[in-house]
């Protein structure tokens, strides 16, 4: 199947069209009891900021102040040695170790504030190996808590599916921000990372968001653009795993920030663009509530069928492209299943743009 078929067929009917009868969704969060609703404002935007404003810069200002202070000296030199000898971690597999942020009452508030659901369209056989397509990137990628926290009932409704989410080596290289992204369950978003992982065991699995940075760049409200048509290696490496292919629609990623344009901010974009090149990320202009604050929107991840793949050591181009226009069929038919319930004041429908 070409790619062009695959994307023309979304609105072709067949069995796909109708909502599989093995669905199941988290329940709705009702708010907390006794907080009132001053307390439950302050909690959940805390929440929300914690994950926001806990970045890159807000670390390595912290490192640097303890660097300074030659009180905290021996453990500036104890930590050091902690990640040279826990720098293979990210890319073998990540750790545990960290569980217990996980189960923090944060994410209860996080979860709240959002008012996340996960929807299972399908059961995951727990001996199976999963590679799964996180769509749309949004500005921040706000909806990957569904999948690492317990807050959405996910290892209720996928029993003994260890995931792992696939992020920039560059995350893990800065003192104290490696072990926040560690704790989240993040690993390199490397081959042979992801690969190591795929190949522990039964129910072990990735997710990627699959349009990564450049796809940032698109996220604009009632909308959902996909960077999707070139990126074939995920495809690659689940064929090489045998991992099968699962797609997943975040419905409300996009809708948390308005963006900058091109047309009103040509110089922006430019830049956005450069920084891409070089750096292999870049970073959108996007403001909220106060700011950096996203807006509150309900988020809903959708989790589609898993997607077969015959194991295969080298696969030919041709199986790649074969397999790379099912995710991108089975995806398309995901959306549209779904988009009336989860998107209703959608500006236009999902589009895969580049």
Known sequence: MKLDQAIRSRTEPNGLDRKPVSIEKSKDRKPAKGLGPLGSFIRQHFAVCYYVFHSFLFMAILWWCLSHWRAFWPMIIAYSIHMWMDRHTARTGGTDRYQWVLDLPLWSWYADYFSL??????????????????HPHGIYV??????????????????????????LDLNF???????MQLAMKLISVSAESIKT????????SVALVIGGAQESMLAYPGTNDLVLKRRRGFVRIAIE???????????GENDLYYQTTPERNP???????????????????????????PRRRKLTAVVGAPIHVQKQDCPPKEYIEEMHAKYIQSLAKLYDTYKDEYASDRIRDMRIVQ
């Open 117 to 134: 659901q996960l929807v299972r369209t399908t059961p995951l056989n727990p001996d199976g190996n999963y590679l799964f397509g996180y």
């Open 142 to 167: 706000f909806g990957t808590p569904i999948l690492v926290t317990n807050q959405c009932n996910f290892r209720e409704l996928y029993p003994n599916i260890k995931l792992r989410i696939g992020t």
């Open 173 to 179: 290289y800065a003192p104290l921000w490696r072990e």
């Open 197 to 204: 992982v795929l190949k522990k065991g039964p129910g072990w």
């Open 241 to 251: 795993t045998g991992a099968a292919l699962v797609p997943i629609f975040v419905f």
């Open 267 to 293: 110089k922006v974009t430019a830049f956005q663009k450069w920084l891409q090149k070089r750096c292999g990320f870049s970073v959108p202009f996007g403001y909220g509530k106060f700011g950096w604050i």
